[in-house]
C-alpha cells in the first residue's frame, strides 16, 4: 500500500515549457488534490477533484489545468511553465471531499527558468 | 482569502524541553488539523480535531480545538531531536461559507529547530 504517489520528484524547465504531473492513490479514495508550497506560505489549493470526472479550482489556479483520469490518478499540467511556477507542489487523496483527513504524497520540486 | 496566523514562526528546542505553537483565525473552523513536514517529504497529519473544546493526545502531542472555533493550539511535552522539522495548522471552514467548499486553508508553518 504505496499511498499518494507523485512522479517527477524534480524537474527543471525552462520559461514557456509545458509538462505534466503526475498523481495516483491507492487508497480507493473520491477525492483528491493538487498544491504548491512556497517558502513561508504554507500550502495553497491549486485545484481538487471531489469525485472522478469532476474538478474544480482551488486558491491559486491560474496558469494550470487538471485531469481526473479515473478514480486512482489526478494529473496537474502546465501548459506554458512561468519563474513564478517554481515551487514544491504537493498531490493529496482524501476519502470524501469535507469530511475526511487528507494524506499528502512526498511532492514534486519544480524549478522554472 | 481566509488566513490562518500560526505562531511562532521558528524554534530552537533542547532535548526534553516542552514546545507549544498555535493558530489563530478571524473566521471559525468546522475542523482544525496539525500536520508535520520532514524535510523533502510530503506534509503527514499528526492530530485532527472535530469539535469545539475538544483536547486531543497522540503520544507526547497534545492538541486543542478552541472554544471560540477560531484557534487551536499544540504542545510537545519531551522533545527529542526527531521532533524536529516544520508544523502546519490547517483549518476546515464550513461548507459555503463564504464561498468556501470546505477545503483546507493552511497556516505558514513553525519550524524546530535543535538549539545549537
Known amino acids: 500500500n504505496a499511498g499518494v504517489t507523485q512522479t517527477p520528484k524534480f524537474q527543471v524547465l525552462k520559461t514557456g515549457q509545458s509538462m505534466t504531473l503526475q498523481c495516483a492513490q491507492d487508497m480507493n479514495h473520491n477525492s483528491m488534490y493538487w498544491y504548491r508550497q512556497d517558502p513561508g506560505m504554507g500550502l495553497r489549493l491549486i485545484y481538487y477533484?471531489?469525485?472522478?470526472?469532476?474538478?474544480d479550482k482551488g486558491e491559486v489556479p491560474n496558469g494550470y489545468n487538471v485531469s481526473r483520469l479515473n478514480k486512482r490518478e489526478f494529473s496537474l499540467r502546465l501548459e506554458s511553465a512561468a519563474p513564478s511556477q517554481t515551487s514544491v507542489y504537493f498531490c493529496?487523496?482524501?476519502?470524501?471531499?469535507?469530511?475526511?483527513?487528507?494524506?499528502f504524497g512526498p511532492g514534486t520540486r519544480l524549478t522554472v527558468l | 482569502g481566509q488566513q490562518l496566523n500560526q505562531s511562532p514562526q521558528s524554534m530552537f528546542i533542547q532535548e526534553g524541553e516542552d514546545v507549544s505553537m498555535n493558530c489563530t483565525s478571524s473566521?471559525?473552523?468546522?475542523?482544525w488539523l496539525w500536520y508535520k513536514q520532514d524535510p523533502g517529504e510530503g506534509p503527514v497529519l499528526l492530530i485532527a480535531l472535530y469539535k469545539a473544546g475538544e483536547l486531543t493526545s497522540n503520544g507526547r502531542l497534545t492538541a486543542q480545538f478552541g472554544i471560540t472555533r477560531k484557534d487551536s493550539f499544540l504542545n510537545i511535552s519531551a522533545s527529542i531531536p526527531s521532533d524536529v522539522g516544520i508544523y502546519f495548522c490547517?483549518?476546515?471552514?464550513?461548507?459555503?461559507?463564504?464561498?468556501?467548499?470546505?477545503?483546507?486553508?493552511f497556516g505558514k508553518g513553525t519550524k524546530l529547530s535543535v538549539k545549537p
Open positions: 477533484s471531489a469525485s472522478e470526472g469532476t474538478t
Open positions: 490547517a483549518g476546515r471552514l464550513p461548507t459555503n461559507y463564504g464561498g468556501s467548499q470546505g477545503n483546507l486553508i
Open positions: 473566521s471559525i473552523f468546522n475542523t
Open positions: 493529496a487523496s482524501s476519502g470524501r471531499l469535507v469530511l475526511d483527513t487528507q494524506y
